[in-house]
Nanobody
């Protein structure tokens, strides 16, 4: 059974940092694109960042560009999201996702596996 498990969420003050991790089990995703999305109550899930299988290509939402960094460690079957200069509007449940394709994508429809989410709360 394939599982993606996020960790690293929590409560942080504005301007602070958090590092999210997403560990996969049940299959290896070393040849697959991965992404991070987030969702707040009453809103649709939105794209945050994506990374190709090799890590050579990354994409970011305009709202997080320059503050967030996505990376991956294929040996550990894990993808990370380093979040710096956090703002209250970054508050959301963050989900990691894995695609059966090799490339990074900002479209949720292109991801086949999803984690259960981790809450990030940024206080002002």
């Amino acid at each position: 059974q394939v599982q993606l498990v996020e960790s690293g969420g929590g409560l942080v003050q504005a301007g602070g940092s958090l590092r999210l991790s997403c560990a996969a089990s049940g299959r290896t995703f070393s040849n697959n694109g991965k992404g991070w999305f987030r969702q707040t109550p009453g809103k649709e899930r939105e794209f945050v960042a994506a990374i190709s299988w090799s890590g050579s290509s990354t994409y970011y939402a305009d709202s997080v560009k320059g503050r967030f960094t996505i990376s991956r460690d294929n040996a550990k079957n894990t993808v990370y999201l380093q979040m710096n200069s956090l703002k209250p509007e970054d508050t959301a449940v963050y989900y990691c996702a894995a695609s059966l394709g090799a490339y990074a994508s900002r479209w949720s429809e292109e991801y086949n596996y999803w984690g259960q989410g981790t809450q990030v709360t940024v206080s002002s």
